[in-house]
């Protein structure tokens, strides 16, 4: 009986892929949240423009959201700056907790959020509204990229016939610094439906109107995360296409504010 009643969801599994439709759940559940929290993003996107001045512009934007993680908050920074890439800006967003002291450098610009929200999505689509440029690119705070990770990326966007956005491959490291493995995918939209190999840490994408996080409110519980989201969104109208060379150092972190990784 079991078998029988649970049978039209396999088919719409299969037919569509569990994280397509896991995704509409939280679409149908989470939406109220979601309104509140789009006017507080708008708020706070405004609020930081009027203070901070005009919004800075480079070829590349670089968003960083943070939370109470200053040791790890200024390595990811420094990997940031450090790229070979120069003509970029780096924004830091903190989700309301307050900034420790970060590098001197004019390329680097840093904001708090009013109180915290709590969402990832929030917080980085302030970063993007802060910014003026023709690519985004996004680290978390316990993250770090290898010095050619926007070379590899842009190298790729603006060749004649360029996609829309690339993301490169993953070098999933645990806790203790030592390499768990190489997350490197092919992008196929339809295997992303079923299965979660995207991540924006390894995300460059070109500005437009679907270069927006969800606004979903998503407990450690709440799956497919806002990174799978953004990128099976952005790839229905724009061209996706995979770098596969370990560009990223991901950390493997069940402690994470914002998510925990499983795959």
């Given amino acids: 009986m079991r078998r029988i009643a649970r049978a039209p969801w396999e088919l719409l599994k299969r037919a569509f892929g569990w ?21 507080v ?8 423009d009027t203070a901070t001045g005009p919004r800075p512009a480079a070829l590349v934007a670089t968003v960083i959201a943070t939370h109470r993680r200053p040791d790890e908050l200024r390595a990811a920074v420094r990997s940031a700056l450090d790229q070979t890439v120069r003509d970029q800006v780096v924004i830091v ?11 001197d450098d004019p390329r680097l610009f840093a904001v708090s959020l009013a109180r915290n929200t709590g969402v990832a999505g929030v917080v980085r689509n302030v970063g993007i509204r802060l910014t003026r440029s023709r690519y985004v690119a ?8 290898e010095p050619d990770h926007l070379e590899r990326a842009l190298a790729v966007l603006e060749a004649p016939g360029g996609p829309d956005a690339v993301y490169t491959a993953l070098r999933r490291v645990l806790p203790d610094g030592t390499e768990r493995d190489v997350l490197s995918v092919p992008f196929d939209r339809r295997r992303a439906a079923r299965e979660s190999f995207l991540d924006t840490n390894a995300f460059v994408g070109r500005r437009n109107r679907a270069l927006r996080f969800s606004r979903l409110r998503r407990t450690p519980q709440v799956l497919p ?3 799978w989201e953004l990128v099976h969104r952005y790839s229905r109208a724009h061209t996706v296409r995979h770098v596969p060379h370990p560009t990223v150092r991901y950390l493997v972190n069940p402690a994470s504010f914002y998510t925990t990784w499983s795959g």
């Fill in 19 to 39: 994280l397509v439709l896991f995704e509409l759940r939280n679409k149908v559940l989470l939406a109220p949240s979601a309104l509140r929290l789009r006017r």
């Fill in 138 to 145: 996004f680290l978390d705070d316990d993250n770090l990229w």
């Fill in 93 to 103: 967003v903190d989700d309301g907790a307050g900034l420790p002291r970060l590098p």
């Fill in 225 to 227: 995360r806002e990174d």
């Fill in 41 to 48: 993003e708008t708020s706070e996107a405004r609020r930081l």
